[in-house]
Protein backbone atom coordinates (compact mmCIF):
# COMPACT_ATOMS: atom_id res chain seq x y z
CA UNK A 1 0.00 0.00 0.00
CA UNK A 2 1.21 3.41 -1.05
CA UNK A 3 0.32 6.50 0.65
CA UNK A 4 0.87 10.20 -0.65
CA UNK A 5 0.73 13.45 1.53
CA UNK A 6 2.46 16.78 0.88
CA UNK A 7 0.47 18.34 -1.35
CA UNK A 8 -1.05 21.60 -1.19
CA UNK A 9 -2.04 24.87 -2.32
CA UNK A 10 1.31 27.15 -3.12
CA UNK A 11 2.32 30.25 -5.07
CA UNK A 12 4.48 30.05 -8.48
CA UNK A 13 7.97 30.36 -6.81
CA UNK A 14 7.04 28.11 -4.15
CA UNK A 15 8.35 24.91 -3.09
CA UNK A 16 6.41 22.23 -1.28
CA UNK A 17 7.78 18.61 -0.49
CA UNK A 18 5.30 15.48 -1.62
CA UNK A 19 6.03 11.82 0.47
CA UNK A 20 4.59 8.69 0.22
CA UNK A 21 4.77 6.07 2.52
CA UNK A 22 4.90 2.40 1.53
CA UNK A 23 3.51 -0.73 3.15
CA UNK A 24 5.32 -4.04 4.43
CA UNK A 25 8.96 -5.27 4.25
CA UNK A 26 9.94 -5.41 0.10
CA UNK A 27 10.13 -1.63 -0.29
CA UNK A 28 13.98 -1.31 -0.83
CA UNK A 29 13.12 -4.20 -3.86
CA UNK A 30 11.33 -1.47 -5.64
CA UNK A 31 11.50 1.40 -8.31
CA UNK A 32 9.65 4.21 -6.79
CA UNK A 33 8.01 6.91 -9.25
CA UNK A 34 5.90 10.25 -8.91
CA UNK A 35 3.63 10.63 -11.90
CA UNK A 36 0.87 13.43 -12.25
CA UNK A 37 -2.17 13.99 -14.07
CA UNK A 38 -3.72 17.47 -14.72
CA UNK A 39 -7.05 17.82 -15.49
CA UNK A 40 -8.22 17.09 -18.73
CA UNK A 41 -5.01 15.41 -19.29
CA UNK A 42 -3.13 12.00 -19.14
CA UNK A 43 -1.26 10.34 -16.58
CA UNK A 44 2.42 12.18 -17.39
CA UNK A 45 5.70 10.63 -15.71
CA UNK A 46 7.68 13.25 -13.85
CA UNK A 47 10.52 11.18 -11.88
CA UNK A 48 11.71 7.81 -10.90
CA UNK A 49 14.34 6.32 -8.64
CA UNK A 50 16.00 2.75 -8.38
CA UNK A 51 15.37 0.68 -5.58
CA UNK A 52 18.81 1.33 -3.91
CA UNK A 53 18.72 4.97 -4.78
CA UNK A 54 21.52 4.68 -7.27
CA UNK A 55 19.76 5.87 -10.39
CA UNK A 56 17.29 8.53 -10.78
CA UNK A 57 15.36 10.06 -13.65
CA UNK A 58 13.15 13.41 -14.60
CA UNK A 59 10.69 14.09 -16.85
CA UNK A 60 12.16 17.24 -18.51
CA UNK A 61 9.49 19.80 -17.53
CA UNK A 62 10.94 19.49 -13.82
CA UNK A 63 14.67 18.80 -14.55
CA UNK A 64 16.78 21.19 -11.96
CA UNK A 65 13.85 21.82 -10.17
CA UNK A 66 12.08 18.47 -8.66
CA UNK A 67 14.34 16.00 -6.90
CA UNK A 68 13.20 12.67 -5.88
CA UNK A 69 14.95 10.44 -3.16
CA UNK A 70 14.22 7.92 -0.66
CA UNK A 71 14.98 6.52 2.68
CA UNK A 72 14.86 2.87 2.53
CA UNK A 73 14.68 2.60 5.99
CA UNK A 74 11.48 4.07 6.61
CA UNK A 75 9.97 2.82 3.83
CA UNK A 76 8.81 6.26 2.22
CA UNK A 77 9.86 8.22 -0.58
CA UNK A 78 9.65 11.71 -1.07
CA UNK A 79 9.46 14.35 -4.33
CA UNK A 80 11.28 18.00 -3.29
CA UNK A 81 9.41 20.37 -5.49
CA UNK A 82 11.26 24.05 -6.25
CA UNK A 83 10.40 26.74 -8.38
CA UNK A 84 7.12 25.62 -8.64
CA UNK A 85 5.20 26.68 -12.05
CA UNK A 86 1.16 27.16 -12.40
CA UNK A 87 1.72 24.10 -15.36
CA UNK A 88 2.76 22.07 -12.41
CA UNK A 89 -0.23 22.41 -11.07
CA UNK A 90 -1.97 18.28 -10.82
CA UNK A 91 -2.97 15.23 -8.76
CA UNK A 92 0.93 13.36 -7.98
CA UNK A 93 0.28 10.01 -7.87
CA UNK A 94 3.38 7.78 -6.08
CA UNK A 95 4.12 4.39 -7.69
CA UNK A 96 5.92 1.45 -7.24
CA UNK A 97 7.26 -1.25 -10.00
CA UNK A 98 9.62 -4.20 -10.08
CA UNK A 99 11.15 -2.84 -12.86
CA UNK A 100 12.96 1.24 -12.96
CA UNK A 101 13.43 1.22 -17.03
CA UNK A 102 9.62 0.32 -17.21
CA UNK A 103 8.75 2.69 -15.22
CA UNK A 104 11.02 5.72 -16.87
CA UNK A 105 10.29 3.85 -20.41
CA UNK A 106 6.91 3.01 -20.54
CA UNK A 107 5.22 5.16 -17.62
CA UNK A 108 3.61 2.39 -16.10
CA UNK A 109 3.41 0.71 -12.80
CA UNK A 110 2.27 -1.98 -10.46
CA UNK A 111 1.25 0.19 -7.85
CA UNK A 112 -0.20 3.60 -7.21
CA UNK A 113 -0.96 5.91 -4.48
CA UNK A 114 -4.15 7.54 -4.12
CA UNK A 115 -2.75 11.00 -4.89
CA UNK A 116 -2.23 14.18 -3.53
CA UNK A 117 -3.50 17.63 -5.24
CA UNK A 118 -0.78 20.56 -6.23
CA UNK A 119 -1.90 23.69 -7.34
CA UNK A 120 -0.05 26.60 -7.69
CA UNK A 121 -1.54 29.86 -8.25
CA UNK A 122 0.01 32.67 -10.38
Known amino acids: QLVDSGGGLVQAGGSLRLSCAAS????????MGWFRQAPGKEREFVAA????????NYADSVKARFTISRDNAKNTVFLQMNNLKPEDTAVYYC?????????????????WGQGTQVTVSS
Open 49 to 56: ISARGSNT
Open 24 to 31: GRTFSRYA
Open 95 to 111: AADNSFSTMVVRGTSDY
